[in-house]
């Protein structure tokens, strides 16, 4: 796991994130050029471990709040897609009135990856989720990550949840 700070943006948000993503397309540059062919087998996982508000604050940023967005990346990764349910922007359709409203975990996310990617079982994603617990939301995960290719996993990811 690597961290990049500065993504507290309470203020000034647009610079900064400007800034901010700037740096971390060339860093996944970087990381391409120096894993060559290795990258074809490579996903990574830009994540944060909150998100902002919907609503700018008054000086031009945003504050923390509950749902957030997940970027995965990589050579061995389908990519071009939005995936995962959008719940809308409207006021009513926002958490508490201020939030984007979260429709699924970033574990459910990072399991299916595991699981598709490394080949991980239920037992070995317990193990480093401890305490997540495998749900039907992992399953469409799956099948939204479009990277199911071996018939054998689905048909046990299907007995676990029976």
């Not at 993504?7 to 391409?32: C, P, V, Y």
């Not at 120096?34 to 074809?40: P, Q, R, V």
């Not at 490579?42 to 700018?56: L, M, P, Q, W």
């Amino acid at each position: 796991m690597l961290e990049l700070g500065g993504w507290d943006t309470h203020n000034n948000q647009a610079n900064r994130l400007t800034r901010k993503l700037a740096e971390l397309d060339n860093g996944l540059n970087a990381l391409e050029s120096a894993l060559k062919e290795t990258w074809n087998d490579t996903v990574v996982v830009i994540a944060t471990e909150f998100g902002r508000t919907v609503r700018e604050n008054g000086t031009g940023g945003t504050d923390h709040g509950t749902a957030s967005c997940m970027f995965v990346a990589g050579g061995a990764v389908k990519g071009g897609k939005v995936l995962g349910e959008w719940p809308g922007l409207a006021p009513e359709q926002l958490f508490e009135n201020r939030d984007l409203q979260p429709t699924s975990s970033a574990f459910s996310w990072m399991s299916a990856l595991l699981s598709e990617h490394w080949q991980m079982s239920p037992d070995q994603l317990a193990k480093v989720f401890p305490k997540f617990t495998l749900s039907c939301t992992f399953i469409k995960v799956l099948c939204y990550l479009e990277l199911i290719r071996r018939k054998a996993i689905w048909v046990d990811l299907l007995r676990t949840f029976n």
